[in-house]
């Protein structure tokens, strides 16, 4: 039996003459249509293949894929298609065409009214984009930012020019920071390089910290007016002064040695604390690139 497809009105970005309703979408292009006989009867809760065609006069088979459908109660069935970042940039310099197939029956063949920048930003996200990812398998058009060489992924040779390198960079444990220097003084990293951590130069306060003491110790001291070192009390034999420990007939003039300016000394260090990084509270994710 010969299937007639009906696809709904168009919008949005991308048409096929005034038969599909077809529209970009983050896993890609979506399609829908009503699938009827040759009765005009829809083909209620049925099995299709249909085989889409993206192409154009420079590239026969720019895309192609075949797709297991079901329709619903009312015949309706809904689909996307993913040609990848590589195609929507060809698709977007080039007049390209949408067939879709049912068998070797042709259900449609008509030009893509495209709006080219829309196709080529992909949504709006240009390449080289990063962005948090929870997940461990990057979407379609992107690619985990864990150091993996693209040099063979479809579809990256934008991403490598812009980088310079064949690899993405590795964000495993990686917080983003702007580059250049703020009006406020601090400074980021180059631009695709790498800033070790740093603690800024600061002071600490004396807290517990305490001196040592300095153990018992002595002093000497000059004694009386006959300018002699500490012994017993003495008369003079030639004056019969007595002097004693305190000088002439006990006026103090007894002098002790001045110790002079001194110093103690500070010894062991702060308490060891904290872990191995500097770091803010944070949540795990993994960062993805786009092509």
């Not at 002064?241 to 003039?253: K, V």
């Not at 001194?262 to 994710?285: C, F, I, K, L, M």
């Amino acid at each position: 039996m010969k299937t007639k497809l009906l696809l709904m009105s168009f919008l949005m970005l991308l048409t096929a003459a005034t038969f599909a309703q077809i529209t970009t979408t983050p896993a890609g292009i979506a399609i829908q249509g009503i699938a009827r006989d040759n009765n005009n009867t829809a083909r209620a809760n049925d099995n299709l293949s249909l085989k889409f065609t993206i192409y154009s006069v420079a590239n026969p088979t720019l895309f192609t894929v075949t797709k297991a459908l079901v329709t619903d109660e009312f015949g309706v069935f809904s689909t996307t298609i993913e040609p990848g970042a590589a195609n929507y940039v060809a698709m977007a310099a080039d007049n390209c065409s949408l067939k879709i197939e049912d068998g070797t029956t042709l259900i449609s063949d008509e030009p893509l009214k495209a709006v080219p920048y829309a196709i080529s930003a992909n949504n709006g996200v240009p390449t080289g984009s990063i962005m948090p990812f929870v997940g461990t398998t990057a979407p379609a058009g992107w690619v985990l930012c864990d150091g993996r060489s693209i040099l063979t992924v479809p579809g990256s040779a934008a991403l490598r020019t812009l980088l310079g390198i064949s690899n993405v960079p590795n964000l495993n444990g990686m917080f983003l920071r702007g580059t250049g220097s703020a009006t406020t003084g601090q400074t980021g990293p180059a631009l695709n390089a790498i800033q070790q951590d740093d603690i800024q130069a600061h002071l600490h306060a004396a807290g517990t910290l305490v001196t040592n003491s300095a153990g018992n110790h002595t002093h000497a001291w000059t004694k009386g007016l006959d300018n002699r070192t500490s012994g017993a009390p003495i008369m003079n034999s030639s004056d019969h002064e007595f002097i004693t420990g305190g000088g002439i007939f006990g006026i103090p003039t007894d002098v002790m040695a001045n110790a002079g300016a001194h110093t103690h000394t500070v010894t062991g260090s702060t308490a060891n604390t904290g872990g191995t990084e500097t770091r803010p509270v944070n949540y795990g994710v993994n960062y993805i690139i786009k092509l």
